[in-house]
């Protein structure tokens, strides 16, 4: 079935960085989603991207939908010790059950002070 | 906002018992899901519902079942716990449709079988 490839799977960095992470389908997709899990919490979604080519910030977050939607991308910049926890991809699966989102496996992301 | 609440945060259970994991979402939403998240192995649906009484397989439904007797609330089945069901479990909703406006998520429970 349909998949979603998120890479890295881990980062280390040290405080002040920027980071970037990319979520990857074979599949063509519709709506990309990114979300964030901090340490022993459920997901938050932070950013939603619904057409190609889109660029959207949240703070110091920037995530882009790609021009072959297919894939997608989150940058972090000027990294803070909050910043710690998985970012997950999503997007509907409209292959399967009427609509599903599916979700990439999630970058984890440590930040050294 | 969205509130979707899990009734436990932590639970410890023995091995063969009978554990229920119970959902609860507070804005009319059509959809509830339940997943588990193991490390590297991301999120993996076990079970879904688009309305009261109806409930649907998804990726790993074996070893549980769930019930949606009403709409605000979905719950999660384990007949008979065991070992390799220790796992944090995530509940999450979702307005009907397709979800291009993504799925609210409870702040999950964290079951060990023991």
């Known amino acids: 079935g349909q998949q979603l490839n998120q890479s890295p799977q881990s980062m280390f960095i040290q405080e002040g960085e920027d980071v970037s992470m990319n979520c990857t389908s074979s599949?063509?997709?519709?709506?990309w989603l990114w979300y964030k899990q901090d340490p022993g919490e459920g997901p938050v979604l932070l950013i939603a991207?619904?057409?190609?080519?889109e660029l959207t910030s949240n703070g110091r977050l920037t995530a882009q939908f790609g021009i072959t939607r297919k894939d997608s991308f989150l940058n972090i910049s000027a990294s803070i010790p909050s910043d710690v926890g998985i970012y997950f991809c999503?997007?509907?699966?409209?292959?399967?059950?009427?609509?599903?989102?599916?979700f990439g496996k999630g970058t984890k992301l440590s930040v050294k002070p | 906002d969205v509130k979707v609440t899990q009734s436990s945060r932590y639970l410890v259970k023995r091995t063969g018992e009978k554990v229920f994991l119970e959902c609860v979402q507070d804005?009319?939403?059509?959809?509830m899901f339940w997943y588990r998240q193991d490390p590297g192995l991301g999120l993996r649906l076990i079970y879904f519902?688009?309305?009261?009484?109806?409930?649907e397989k998804g990726d790993i439904p074996e070893g549980y079942s769930v019930s949606r007797e009403k709409k605000e609330r979905f719950s999660l089945i384990l007949e008979s716990a065991s070992t390799n069901q220790t796992s944090m479990y995530l509940c999450?909703?979702?307005?009907?449709?397709?979800?291009?406006?993504?799925?609210?998520f409870g702040s999950g429970t964290r079951l060990t079988v023991v």
């Open positions: 999450a909703s979702s307005v009907t449709g397709p979800s291009d406006y993504g799925y609210t």
């Open positions: 599949s063509i997709f519709n709506t």
């Open positions: 991207l619904y057409k190609a080519g």
């Open positions: 999503a997007g509907p699966h409209y292959g399967g059950s009427q609509g599903n989102l599916i």
């Open positions: 804005m009319d939403h059509e959809n």
């Open positions: 519902s688009y309305d009261v009484k109806m409930k």
